[in-house]
Nanobody
Framework: QLQLVESGGGSVQAGGSLRLSCAAS????????MAWFRQAPGKEREGVAS????????TYADSVKGRFTISRDNTKNTLYLQMDTLKPEDTSVYYC?????????????????WGQGTQVTVSS
């Protein structure tokens, strides 16, 4: 069983930056594709960014391209999401997710493991 714990959320003004972290429990962490999703109140869960298990490929939602960067450190079993030039519409609960290599992408149903979420609030 893989456990994921997010951290790094908080409140920031528009134009600011935050870095989210997701610590994974399994020593087989490098065998998982990883992703970040977000969900705002009353809205569906949205894929934000995804990375392959070896970190050789990444994909982003159009709404965050050029502003967010997903990365992973397989030696620390940790996934990151660097968020720059934040906008009020980025306000959401952010979740990290893990799944088999084939899950790479922004479709939530492909991922087996989820963290508890961390709140990001961007004020104008």
């Amino acid at each position: 069983q893989l456990q994921l714990v997010e951290s790094g959320g908080g409140s920031v003004q528009a134009g600011g930056s935050l870095r989210l972290s997701c610590a994974a429990s399994a020593v087989t962490y490098r065998s998982y594709s990883m992703a970040w999703f977000r969900q705002a109140p009353g809205k569906e869960r949205e894929g934000v960014a995804s990375g392959t298990n070896w970190g050789t490929g990444t994909t982003y939602a159009d709404s965050v391209k050029g502003r967010f960067t997903i990365s992973r450190d397989n030696t620390k079993n940790t996934l990151y999401l660097q968020m720059d030039t934040l906008k009020p519409e980025d306000t959401s609960v952010y979740y990290c997710a893990a799944g088999p290599p084939s899950s790479y992408g922004l479709v939530a149903d492909r991922y087996n493991y989820w963290g508890q979420g961390t709140q990001v609030t961007v004020s104008s």
